[in-house]
């Protein structure tokens, strides 16, 4: 929160188009009904200036055949300004849920309030300087 209040300061963006939208995906069932999702983004990538993370899930029921379209509209609702990047989706049976970064807090619930309105989610917000999550889930290999 900035001085009395009023916002917070402007953080650091994220490059999109440097980033890419190179995604590798690894099932995580036998049956192919659980699976993860990792942004490829570069080893040497400063991930410094973006030490907030968010876990996102919907609020109701998410069914298979729904995901693509709930991602679809979390992707667009975190990255449209280039706010926020969404680096990660496990996607289980009857649950979806997404991983983001941003440079402040204030970045990630502007992004997800507006998501809110047209697809009902709960988050939760923490500062991780280390990205942990999705640093181990990449380790694990994700293809």
């Excluded at 590798?24 to 009904?33: E, M, Y």
């Excluded at 570069?42 to 907030?52: E, L, N, S, T």
């Excluded at 993370?53 to 667009?76: C, E, G, K, N, Y």
């Excluded at 969404?86 to 983001?100: F, Q």
Aim: proline letters at 5%; a neutral charge; one cysteine or more.
């Amino acid at each position: 929160m900035g001085l009395f209040g009023f916002g917070d300061k402007p953080g650091a963006r994220f490059d999109l188009a440097a980033i890419g939208e190179q995604w590798r995906t690894r099932a995580l069932s036998a049956d192919r009904t659980a699976s993860v999702s990792i942004r490829v983004i570069d080893d040497d990538f400063d991930r410094g200036p973006f030490p907030f993370v968010a876990l996102i899930q919907p609020l109701a029921v998410v069914l298979p055949d729904q995901f693509d379209r709930w991602t679809a509209a979390t992707h667009f609702a975190l990255e449209r300004d280039g706010d926020a990047l969404l680096v990660l989706v496990h996607r289980e049976p009857r649950l979806i849920t997404w991983y983001a970064h941003a440079a402040t807090k204030g970045q990630l619930e502007r992004c997800l309030k507006a998501l809110k309105k047209t697809n009902p989610v709960r988050w939760g917000i923490h500062h991780d300087r280390e990205w942990a999550d999705y640093d181990r889930a990449r380790l694990h290999g994700a293809e």
